[in-house]
């Protein structure tokens, strides 16, 4: 098998403070959180404490300044687990690091720290009913009064949205202009005028709050902008390649784990007098798994060492998502044809898998428009794509 040689032993250490975390406080708890549909606040503040959050922040903010490994495992042991209550990769990887490219030193001081710590819980505001791959069409509206901005409009699937403290929120400042009319905001949820609409009921990732926001006439100040006046969607596409990657960074791990717990269960299962693994189809089913696992998994690890080199582009993200999420789809859906009709009860982890696989095809930028990016690619055109396709 080929080995991995990203992480050093350090990593491996936090690794294992890692998995003692979810053992002790998300697995006793997460079947309870999946019926109330959103975690506890609690446990936020409990993995800052941890040292799990925003492991990348510098020092000055109250970090630990480590390198971008340090999420990554935090990434791969979340998803391994299955439980996919606790919206740390949105944001770690997202909010905080939006704050730590663009935001100005004042908003870094009011903001970083309580990330660290999970004191505020962050989340990205883009997506709206209307506007979801296609950015440049959002109708949230931002006009300046004064030193003020006045905000109106609402987003839709937002995760972490009914916990939110920080908001990263895509608007548009000139509705003439396209993408170059849209302007990112730093958001205090607790201001007059923001308000949080119905937990929304999804077909998986069910411990994970997904929201409705609404803005009426919220006040927001000019120094609240991250970045300059129109130069949101630029921002964006700056960070979609680290979105992107995350993604198949999940995947990997998810169908990795899946195979193992698979190939466990098969082994044991028996039907016809012998086990489900004695069967041909199994082993050629599951050998075929692992090879595509295995191939993901050295592709990621590759993409992982590119980013980290500052050489990881568009495109690479783009094949990275792609591929990753449809091999992440077939490992769960074949997998669970195993088990048989065990595969299709919740208390099997193979069918909360399946539910929560659907959306990373969606996520983060459709697999089409995936496609589109590449094929453009191919063909020298124009690469710019819209930035992404779900909150």
Not at 49 to 55: M, R
Not at 119 to 136: F, N, R, V, Y
Request: overall charge negative; some cysteine.
């Amino acid at each position: 098998m080929i080995a991995r040689s990203l992480f050093n032993e350090e990593h491996e250490m936090f690794r294992d403070t890692v998995r003692k975390f979810i053992d002790r406080e998300i697995r006793p708890h997460h079947q309870q959180w999946e019926q109330d549909g959103i975690v506890p606040r609690e446990l936020w503040l409990k993995a800052g404490a941890a040292g799990l959050l925003c492991c990348t922040v510098a020092e000055e903010y109250g970090g630990l300044g480590l390198d971008y490994l340090f999420d990554v495992v935090v990434f791969e042991e979340m998803a391994k687990s299955g439980y996919t209550g606790p919206g740390f990769l949105i944001h770690c990887d997202l909010v905080a690091t939006y704050v730590k490219s663009f935001g100005t030193e004042e908003q870094k001081r009011q903001w970083l720290p309580k990330m660290v710590t999970g004191e505020a819980i962050g989340s990205l505001g883009m997506t709206e009913p209307h506007a979801g791959s296609d950015l440049k069409a959002i109708r949230t509206r931002a006009v300046r009064d004064g030193d003020d901005y006045v905000i109106n409009g609402q987003k839709v699937f937002i995760s972490n949205g009914q916990l939110c403290n920080v908001l990263v929120l895509a608007t548009k400042t000139d509705s003439t202009a396209g993408a170059k009319g849209v302007t990112l905001f730093l958001v205090d949820t607790s201001l007059p005028g923001f308000k949080r609409g119905k937990n929304l009921e999804k077909l998986g990732m069910k411990a994970q709050d997904t929201s409705e926001l609404f803005f009426e006439d919220l006040r927001v100040p000019a120094s609240a902008m991250l970045g300059g006046e129109g130069q949101g969607f630029a921002l964006m596409m700056t960070k979609l390649a680290q979105e992107r990657l995350a993604q198949a960074i999940r995947s990997a791990a998810v169908a990795e784990e899946v195979i193992a717990y698979t190939v466990e269960y098969t082994a044991q299962r028996e039907a016809f007098g012998k086990t489900i693994a004695d069967f041909q189809n199994t082993q050629f089913k599951l050998a075929e798994l692992k090879t595509e696992s295995v191939i993901g998994r050295v592709f990621v690890d590759r993409c992982i060492e590119l980013f980290m080199n500052g050489e990881f582009d568009a495109v690479d993200a783009a094949m990275a998502k792609m591929w990753l999420s449809n091999m992440h789809c077939k490992v769960v859906d074949e997998c669970l044809q195993l088990f048989g009709g065990w595969g299709y009860m919740w208390e099997y982890p193979i069918a909360r898998a399946y539910a929560d696989a659907r959306i990373i095809k969606i996520a983060g930028g459709s697999i089409e428009i995936m496609k589109q990016i590449i094929g453009r690619n191919l063909f020298g055109m124009d690469k710019k794509t819209a930035p992404r396709s779900a909150g």
